[in-house]
């Protein structure tokens, strides 16, 4: 059983359009990760968020983790063809243990 | 490469055969761990190794599975009496520590193992 929900499940854009992902639980985390996964390739991780309010900034990526701890999300700005794939949230457990959401597939069209 | 290795990259197998998928972790991380991922979910885990022993196994399904780690560096999961319902790709990660996921440590994950049960 998945304890982080993520939302949409699919989503297409147009190249140069924003999107945003959701991650919630009912549980609180420790921290919480995302990560992007392409076919054929196992995830790999894209940040750690650890306090509540938090923001962080990768290029284009925003990712922002809750005041309580129980949810995330994850904006793109400008999106890019290169930006196409699954991207994952995962909590972290026991300091060690991810419990991952389902996913969020993202397509962004040339 | 430097990266988590795994073999095979597929496998395709009959119902009730017994299978072995091997993970190469990154030299030198002390920390490996098994995470099962089926189709159209996120990647669920099954077992954490700290060096040879298996520090929480609580993830694995049934008695069917096993997986070892002699020498703290590669590791086995085995599966007997394999069913239709083990179909999925099998994920290999590894960490350098022993301690917290923090903002300084990461999973690193191998490419894994397709396994099909026919």
Redesign the interface.
């Known amino acids: 059983t998945?304890l982080?929900e993520q939302s949409p499940q699919f989503l297409s854009i147009q190249e140069g359009e924003n999107l945003t992902v959701y991650c919630n639980s009912s549980s609180v985390f420790?921290?919480l990760?995302w990560y992007r996964q392409e076919p054929?390739?196992?995830?790999?991780?894209l940040v750690?968020v650890?306090t509540g309010g938090e923001v962080k900034k990768l290029k284009r990526l925003t990712f922002q983790f809750g005041d309580a701890r129980k949810d995330s999300s994850l904006h793109i700005t400008a999106a890019q063809p290169g930006d196409t794939g699954l991207y994952?949230c995962?909590g972290?457990e026991?300091?060690?243990?991810?419990?991952?959401?389902?996913?969020t597939t993202v397509t962004v069209r040339a | 490469g430097a990266g988590v290795s795994q073999t095979p990259s597929n496998k395709v197998t009959e119902k009730g055969k017994y299978v072995e998928l091997r993970c190469d972790p990154i030299s030198g991380h002390t920390a490996l761990y098994w995470y099962r991922q089926s189709l159209g979910q996120g990647p669920e885990f099954l077992i954490y190794f700290q060096g040879t022993g298996a520090a929480d196994d609580s993830g694995l399904p049934n008695d069917r599975f096993f997986a070892v780690r002699p020498e703290g560096s590669v590791s086995t999961l085995k599966i007997q009496r394999t069913e239709r319902g083990d179909s999925a790709v099998y994920l290999c990660a590894s960490s350098s520590t022993s301690g917290a996921l923090t903002s300084t440590d990461t999973q690193y994950f191998g490419p894994g193992t397709r396994l099909t049960v026919l």
Request: no cysteine; aromatic share 8%.
């Open positions: 998945q982080l420790s921290s990760q054929g390739e196992g995830p790999v991780l750690t650890v994952l995962a972290v026991d300091d060690y243990k991810l419990s991952f959401g389902a996913g």
